[in-house]
């Protein structure tokens, strides 16, 4: 990847080279993971095993990030409202909305992508520098197949679910907080009334996108992985890197089409 | 039978492959010797398909490897069985391991599975241990697996990469003994990779000598053990004074 330290002494056009170079291996991986997605052999229980370590394991550590930065976006927006208009009682639904619309899946997909990307890389890569992924390949199975493509559904899935929750106990902190520190009671602060089916599309459409982004990104990453265990180190900083830039740039596609298709009121 | 070209393959600067030509006849044990570093795993990569060459041409049963892609590629792999030098044991039980092949590339019930697996359990001397993790068992243990599961689909071409390093001598006679016998049961061209030069040469028809990424000899065991090129005289006899 061309944003980690490893290229820190390339000149800047060489950089956008490689981010381009990267940006089509992943694609590559992408198109052969639609291809086995449909055509593949699926072992049993390979799908169940990734939900299981992508989305439980990472339940707990989803849940107390997004605790907190629910709390500090609310109190934060409390705090400049008060200055401007002291009026609280749009605070609930304003949060709600940019909540759905945006910030769970966007947010929330970044220290996503550092826990399930980090684990991608490290095991994919691990099996390459010990020659498994080789061993896979004379085994007539596409590593691809075999290993990305569990992970993709299973990050799609879990990474979509986790997200969800994850808006849910933002909102629930926001509320604690706005309760505590701006007197917003609990029922005033739950107004759905700027809410609309389209906000609810759009940030469903990130979190699915980006859950299934941070599975390519770092099953291309860990698949990529040269060397020893160095080789496995830089993989699994460069899929946690590339994983966060590529939800970053989804965002900003997605949030584009959104505007034009999805409107905010 | 296997053939290269003129191979050439570099990982950057470092030129891995520079012109290797030689032809493995069929039903064959050739055994591939030559310093560290000289570049034998990786031309077995190229003979698997597993790297592609920067020019020259690789020949498996008279069909090149060049031209094909990824699934094209998985065709011609699935008549090669491999053993890798570290083993390549996926994180699953010993049953589990050897079945891959055989689940990826048969449609096999499970009772022809478990049958075929006790088989070559049996074959090499590790009956009983289809439950055990190869992860908690020994290095020559661990060897016989990965021959197990290179030899289970019974492909006509079979590569083994250091099939005794790190063994102790009779351990090593074993699997160089199951390596002669499974390539005499089923006929098998055999390549072998050994840093035992005294061990492979008792099982090799052929052999060839790699040396900075040359084949700086091709031809029978016996022209090596004759060879009067101070390299492969050096290497093969084991003497410390020569030009390695």
Redesign the interface.
């Known amino acids: 990847m061309a944003f980690t330290a490893r290229a820190e002494n390339v000149s800047p056009l060489a950089a956008l080279k490689n981010v381009l170079q990267d940006a089509l291996a992943v694609a590559r991986v992408g198109r052969r993971t639609m291809h086995y997605l449909i055509r593949g ?1 699926r072992e049993p229980g390979s799908v169940a095993r990734q939900m299981f370590a992508i989305g439980n394991q990472s339940l707990f550590f989803m849940c107390i990030t997004m605790a907190f930065i629910g709390a500090i976006i609310t109190f934060q927006t409390g705090l400049q409202s008060k200055k401007l208009v002291p009026d609280f009682s749009m605070i609930g639904a304003t949060y709600l909305k940019l909540l759905i619309r945006d910030l769970a899946a966007s947010v929330g997909a970044l220290p996503l992508a550092t826990r399930v990307g980090a684990g991608i890389a490290a095991e994919i890569g691990s099996m390459v520098v ?3 992924v ?9 590593p691809v197949d075999y290993l990305v493509v569990p992970r993709f559904i299973a990050s799609v899935i879990m990474g979509t679910v986790i997200l969800i929750i994850g808006g849910f106990v933002a909102y629930g902190s926001g509320m604690l907080v706005a309760q505590l520190m701006f007197d917003v009671s609990p029922h005033t602060f739950t107004n759905l009334s700027l809410v609309t089916m389209g906000d609810l599309v759009l940030g469903v459409s990130k979190a699915v996108t980006y859950g299934g982004a941070i599975a390519l990104v770092s099953g291309q990453r860990g698949l990529a992985t040269f060397g020893g265990s160095e080789g496995v180190g830089w993989a699994t900083t460069e899929a946690v890197v590339g994983s966060c830039f590529a939800i970053i740039v989804l965002n900003l596609v997605i949030s584009t089409i959104g505007y034009f298709f999805v409107p905010a009121l | 039978m296997i053939r290269l070209e003129d191979v050439h393959l570099a990982f950057g600067d470092n030129t891995v492959l520079d012109g290797v030509s030689l032809e493995v006849p069929p039903a064959c044990i050739y055994a591939l010797i030559g310093p560290g570093a000289a570049g034998k795993s990786v031309l077995f990569k190229v003979v698997a398909g597993l790297l592609r060459p920067a020019s020259g041409k690789v020949f498996v049963d008279d069909e090149e490897l060049g031209p094909l892609n990824e699934i094209e590629l998985a065709r011609v792999r699935k008549k090669i069985g491999m053993l890798f030098q570290n083993y390549a044991l996926f994180d699953m039980n010993v049953a589990e391991n050897i079945a891959f092949p055989l689940r990826r590339l048969f449609d096999l019930s499970e009772e022809e599975i478990a049958e075929r697996v006790a088989e070559r359990l049996e074959r090499v001397a590790l009956p009983g241990t289809e439950h055990r993790i190869p992860q908690s068992m020994s290095g020559g243990q661990k060897k016989r697996i990965g021959v197990a599961r290179a030899t289970i689909a019974r492909p006509p071409i079979v590569l083994y990469d250091e099939p005794t390093a790190g063994l102790d001598p009779v351990t090593s006679q074993k699997i160089y003994d199951l390596v002669q016998e499974e390539q005499r049961a089923q006929d098998t061209t055999v390549m072998v990779i050994s840093s035992d030069v005294a061990g492979v040469l008792t099982i090799a028809d052929r052999v060839g000598m790699l040396h900075e990424g040359r084949l700086i000899f091709d031809g029978t065991t016996d022209d090596a053990k004759a060879s009067t090129d101070p390299a492969v005289r050096q290497f093969v006899h084991g003497l410390t004074e020569g030009p390695l």
């Open positions: 052999k010990t020659e498994q080789d061993a896979l390949r004379m085994c007539a199975a596409d």
